[in-house]
DNA sequence: CCGCATCCCCAACGATACTG
DNA sequence: CAGTATCGTTGGGGATGCGG
């Protein structure tokens, strides 16, 4: 057993990994940033306070199980605050915090790349997938799909 | 069928919503970015070239399908380039586009944060998770595991 | 050494129904 | 209106084995 195959090393990897991202609080923070979720509630909220229902519907896709579960991760870690008003219909605001709001401002910047850049990312996917058919077959140059 | 239950209206929207992402770039590419192993592969390759086998090693708890996988759309991206250098055991090795590079400037500012900020999240988490147990039981105030 | 194909599992998500 | 609990599905992703 001296020695060891690589998928074996990658198994042990795997576990001092999980021990390692444990007491690492970055790695868990950039989990929880770099989902999906997150970053539309937190865009969303870049724009100001916003109701339950007013974020479910400036969302769109999302289900009601995912925005709450969501919402409550962004509470739970200082990101948002829940604002409770205890009307005759309950009403709920929330709200970034001065610590969301900053880690919006990143999120902003990222979708802001992400506009600039879209284009050239396009013409990228475009000549690799003609490279790649071509690859195959190299008489037909496949035009792909131009972008809208 | 004049009224529509709020069920209703999140199916319609998920539609509207699956439609709408299709011809939406950004969002492709919100969606992509806020990949667990993108934003990993490039922070590796953000200091410098390397090597597959590298990469494998560098990131620790990554498979061999998710690091291909992962790495093949930010070539086909341009995010990344490939290289295949054709010796007896063939070597690949993997770099930064400046396309890639600026993206990484971006992932780098993120980390940044979530390094400066992980106090105060942690905090933020003590605090909610104590009012918490404190909400269904105000005698034992349970003490949440502490970050190392 | 690189990476693709296959199988398989589980946790994440959506839908639904029910409380305050 | 806001949120919880439960169930069913699905696809992400890990393990393995082969091919170049």
Same mark, same amino acid.
């Given at each position: 057993?001296?020695t060891m195959t690589a998928?074996? /090393? #990658?198994? #042990? %990897? @795997? &576990? =001092? ?13 950039? !989990? #929880?940033?770099? !989902? ?20 479910? #519907? ?5 289900? +009601? ?8 991760s962004l509470e739970r ?17 929330? =709200? ?18 992400? &506009?600039?850049?879209?284009? &050239?990312?396009? =013409?990228? /996917? &475009? @000549?690799?997938? +003609? ?9 037909? %140059? ?7």
């Amino acid at each position: 057993m001296a020695t060891m195959t690589a998928a074996e /090393r #990658r198994a #042990r %990897a @795997r &576990e =001092e990994y999980d021990a390692f991202l444990k007491g690492c609080p970055t790695n868990q923070l950039l !989990d #929880r940033i770099s !989902d999906k979720w997150v970053s539309l509630v937190v865009s969303a909220l870049a724009a100001g306070p916003m109701r339950y229902s007013d974020l479910g #519907r400036r969302i769109a896709g999302v289900s +009601a199980k995912m925005l709450t579960q969501t919402l409550r991760s962004l509470e739970r870690d200082g990101i948002v605050t829940r604002t409770v008003t205890p009307s005759v219909p309950v009403r709920v605001d929330y =709200e970034l915090t001065p610590l969301g709001a900053s880690l919006s401002a990143l999120l902003v910047a990222v979708k802001d790349w992400a &506009e600039l850049h879209i284009s &050239e990312v396009d =013409e990228a /996917r &475009e @000549r690799y997938d +003609a490279s790649a058919s071509s690859a195959s077959s190299a008489s037909s %140059a496949s035009s792909a799909s131009s972008a809208s």
